[in-house]
């Protein structure tokens, strides 16, 4: 097995076991000795890799979005209704995990995964159809926002509408223009 193959096995084994862990107990309740003992990996993997269980579930969620990303069509722009789309489809197949990160007052991990990825197709010129304003300064935060609190919403009221209805809303929010 690759280095590559068994640093993402340990990941998804890491967070696993942190999520399992986290329906059981709060997560501040939660000891690095049994997040690695039920994960089977060792305590020095753990330092060795994250300064706290955030960042564990940032690494997986970035890793996770990162994976759908690579799957789109190189070089080619995806249109913003599209990727949110695909973000609430996301959101909808990871709801427990949603519910139980909610739970934890963990929204700043949400956000930040979101800004990370969102950051990464601004650079890479992918998003299209999308105004200037995406490099203004506080846009992401903006945006970033919007789109989590939507999500979180979404979540807590049972995912009644669809992805596809929620990624066609916040790409008609974002691209109005005011006159």
Not at 71 to 84: C, E, G, H, I, Q
Not at 110 to 120: D, R
Not at 133 to 162: H, K
Request: aromatic content about 12%; charged content about 20%.
């Amino acid at each position: 097995m690759n280095p590559q193959t068994r640093k993402q096995q340990n990941l998804k084994a890491i967070y696993r076991a942190l999520l399992e862990l986290m329906m059981q107990k709060p997560m501040a309740a939660i000891s690095i000795t049994e997040l690695c003992q039920r994960a089977q990996v060792s305590r020095t993997y753990f330092y060795r890799h994250y300064q706290n269980f955030n960042q564990i579930i940032l690494a997986y969620q970035t890793q996770s979005m990162l994976s759908y990303l690579r799957r789109l069509p190189k070089d080619s722009k995806v249109n913003l209704a599209d990727l949110m789309t695909h973000y609430f489809e996301l959101t909808k197949s990871e709801a427990n995990t949603y519910r139980l990160l909610i739970r934890n007052d963990k929204l700043d991990v949400l956000l930040q995964t979101f800004q990370t990825v969102f950051q990464l197709l601004i650079k890479q010129n992918r998003i299209g159809g999308h105004s200037s304003r995406l490099n203004e300064p506080y846009y992401l935060e903006f945006f970033s926002g919007a789109v989590i609190n939507m999500a979180v919403n979404w979540v807590n009221r049972g995912l009644v509408e669809s992805p596809r209805y929620l990624g066609q809303t916040v790409a008609r929010f974002a691209t109005h223009q005011h006159h």
